[in-house]
């Protein structure tokens, strides 16, 4: 398995730009993780999905962020409209169980100007 | 609630022995530790899981006290490639959280 793929890997906007993250989990794992991570705030989960529906999105800062989950093989991150505080790494995980091991994606580096 | 990690640094000669702790205020239901090197994504080591299961790599030892909701990672006679950033995050029994993390144990191993 290639395991979790993201895209892009870079990516750099302007302030009030739209941007979308991308994620594929690992084949037949049933969780997917949205994480954040930056220098003061550390790996924060934003947002998880069990079988495709959303369970804990309580770490999603604001309304801009929204995630989704069409189908098993695909999610999304979605910041409309992006400001420079949004500048982060965002990872994508998935594991097989919601206490077992989660496998990371190599993250988005999102920069804001 | 975050747990909070300590020490925040640790600098060690190869071949020393290392212990990073993880306390929360929440009752937990289990403990995950992560390594991160620079630029790359978390990689896992251990889960330890309330009632005394453990999942993880067989080199790695931890501990986890359920009545403290601490747990301790302990690296023995440290390899350079033990460097980077340890993180602990915890679950919460009976809900549906996902895991929340600390913020990190810079190790760093020196020849």
């Known amino acids: 398995d290639a395991g979790v793929i993201q895209s892009p890997r870079h990516e750099v906007t302007e302030m009030g730009q739209e941007v979308t993250l991308r994620c594929k989990p690992i084949?037949?794992?049933?969780?997917l993780f949205w994480y954040r991570q930056t220098m003061m705030r550390g790996l924060e989960l934003l947002i998880y999905f069990n079988n495709n529906v959303p369970i804990d999105d309580s770490g999603m800062p604001e309304d801009r962020f929204s995630a989704k989950m069409p189908n098993a093989s695909f999610s999304t991150l979605k910041i409309q409209p992006s400001e420079p505080r949004d500048s982060a790494v965002y990872f994508c995980?998935?594991?097989?169980?919601?206490?077992?091991?989660?496998?990371f994606g190599p993250g988005t580096r999102l920069t804001v100007l | 609630q975050q747990p909070v990690q300590s020490p925040q640094a640790v600098i060690l000669r190869e071949g020393e022995d290392a212990v990073i702790n993880c306390s929360s205020s929440k009752a937990l239901y289990s403990v995950h530790w992560y390594r991160q090197k620079h630029g790359e994504a978390p990689v896992f080591l251990m889960i330890?899981?309330?009632?005394?299961e453990q999942k993880g790599h067989e080199k790695i030892s931890a501990s986890f006290n359920e009545k403290k909701q601490q747990s301790s990672l302990y690296l023995t006679a440290s390899q350079l490639s033990y460097s980077g950033t340890y993180f602990c995050g915890t679950l919460s029994g009976g809900g549906a959280d996902g895991l929340t993390f600390g913020k990190g144990t810079h190790l760093i191993i020196q020849p």
């Open positions: 995980a998935s594991s097989g169980q919601l206490y077992n091991e989660q496998f």
């Open positions: 330890l899981l309330k009632g005394g």
């Open positions: 084949s037949g794992h049933d969780y």
